[in-house]
């Protein structure tokens, strides 16, 4: 079974977005920890997120320590862009 | 502690070099209301807040504000990448270049260097939470 490829922009754009839902509402549930809607928008996008970022590490290199994947056999983590420079995230 | 995940909360594509904006924006990075001050104004206040979730709180946004941070660096570095010595002179960016080049050195835009006196932390749970409004009142 052949995956394609995802866009490598589109994805880290999804993943921002993502991201951004996981930590704002991360900092709602800090004042907010029984708030049941806030709890499944959390557990939602967490999902979202891992996922995410398991897909990109597959195809692009990890963009964190548990997404580094054991094996391959270099060390991507130093040979991809970083953030700030011209085609990094 | 703390791990880094390798991309910018909002990304920074900057094309064109601009020193003389870089020069105003710096203050954001190591001036007194900048983000570094704010991360650390949160991350030493939380020690002696009385309450789980305001020390959630101030331990969560203390560590977002390293990741803006991040983001008002990519901008600098950005607008001052590929300078050349023309546009060096004429933005007045040399007396900056003179010590630093091109590097991230955290200062204000008047050119004081960042200091921890640009915030206070007090153990009192009103006091500080007022410094935190009065320093970022639209995030706590």
């Known amino acids: 079974m052949s995956e394609q490829k995802p866009c ?10 993502v991201s951004f839902a996981v930590d704002d509402v991360k900092l709602f549930l800090d004042t907010h920890p029984c708030s049941a809607e806030a709890l499944e928008y959390f557990e939602e996008f967490k999902k979202q997120r891992i996922q995410a970022l398991k897909e990109y590490a597959k195809y ?3 963009l964190t320590v548990d997404t580094a994947s054991p094996c ?3 060390w991507t983590w130093i040979h991809e862009p970083w953030p700030w420079q011209k ?3 | 502690m703390w791990n880094y995940e390798k991309r910018l ?3 920074v594509n900057i094309t064109q070099t601009n020193p ?3 020069q105003v924006i710096i203050s954001q990075f190591g001036g007194p209301d900048g983000e570094l001050a704010a991360s650390m104004r949160y ?3 939380r020690y002696t807040m009385p309450y789980n979730e305001v020390t959630g709180i101030l331990t969560d946004i203390g560590t977002e504000e390293l ?10 570095h950005q607008l001052t990448r590929d300078l050349t010595p023309e546009q060096l002179e004429k933005s007045g960016f040399d007396k900056y270049y003179v010590d630093h080049t091109l590097a991230l050195w955290p200062q204000s835009a008047g050119g004081a260097p960042w200091t921890a006196t640009y915030f206070q932390s007090k153990g009192d749970p009103i006091t500080d939470l007022h410094e935190d409004m009065a320093a970022d009142g639209t995030i706590l």
């Open chain 1, 8 to 17: 490598r922009s589109e994805l880290l754009e999804w993943i921002n977005i």
């Open chain 1, 60 to 62: 692009y290199g990890p």
């Open chain 1, 72 to 74: 391959s056999d270099h």
């Open chain 1, 87 to 89: 085609g990094g995230c």
């Open chain 2, 9 to 11: 909360q909002y990304p």
């Open chain 2, 20 to 22: 003389k904006i870089a």
């Open chain 2, 43 to 45: 991350l030493s206040q």
């Open chain 2, 67 to 76: 990741a803006h941070m991040e983001i008002i660096c990519a901008i600098i």
